[in-house]
């Protein structure tokens, strides 16, 4: 597997394989829809976001993580974290936070922000073993969301 930047032009492969997994988009780690995975979607969110990340293995696309830095430049959030279903716990989320955990500290971010549904201790579990911890909650389009953080530095 290899984990690169996302180019633009990765658009018709990411979404050959969200396709591949039966889902019409990449959902962000609170279970919406972030990323619209037709070719101009997934270039559009290339092109917006600081930072975007894919994992390939000889197939295409596994998995993508897209972060954006708050407005100060001192804080970022993680947009999407997705990977496919039939590579789930082959660590391929963990090489992607590294990654971006890597690019937030060449650009000094402190602090890295995901939300999880309050109601997924599956996501809630997965984050923490991953070096976040809980900073509240808020309403969101899925409802009461749990606001979870992390020093770049542990993202590794």
Same mark, same amino acid.
């Given at each position: 597997?290899?984990v690169?930047?996302?180019r633009?032009?990765?658009?018709e @492969? ?10 019409a ?6 279970g919406?829809?972030l990323l619209?995975?037709s @070719?101009?979607?997934?270039r559009?969110?290339?092109?917006? @976001? ?6 390939e293995?000889?197939d295409g696309p596994?998995?993508v993580?897209i972060?954006?830095?708050?407005a100060?430049?001192s804080? @970022? ?7 496919h279903?039939?590579h789930?716990?082959?660590? /391929? ?5 590294a990654r971006?955990?890597?690019a937030?500290?060449?650009q000094?971010?402190e ?13 809630r ?5 991953h070096?976040?911890?809980p900073?509240?909650?808020?309403r ?5 969301e749990s606001? /979870?953080?992390?020093?770049? /530095?542990?993202?590794r």
């Amino acid at each position: 597997m290899n984990v690169r930047a996302a180019r633009p032009d990765d658009a018709e @492969a990411l979404r050959t394989a969200v396709s591949r997994a039966r889902e019409a988009s990449v959902f962000d780690d609170i279970g919406a829809p972030l990323l619209d995975v037709s @070719a101009a979607g997934v270039r559009e969110a290339a092109a917006e @976001a600081e930072w975007s990340f894919l994992v390939e293995d000889d197939d295409g696309p596994i998995g993508v993580a897209i972060a954006h830095p708050d407005a100060d430049e001192s804080d @970022a959030e993680l947009l999407a974290l997705w990977v496919h279903p039939s590579h789930a716990g082959e660590g /391929v989320a963990a090489d992607l936070l590294a990654r971006v955990g890597g690019a937030l500290r060449s650009q000094d971010i402190e602090t890295l922000r995901a939300t999880v549904p309050a109601d997924s201790p599956g996501a809630r579990e997965f984050f923490r073993a991953h070096g976040f911890e809980p900073c509240g909650t808020r309403r969101g389009p899925a409802g009461v969301e749990s606001i /979870v953080v992390a020093d770049p /530095v542990d993202l590794r």
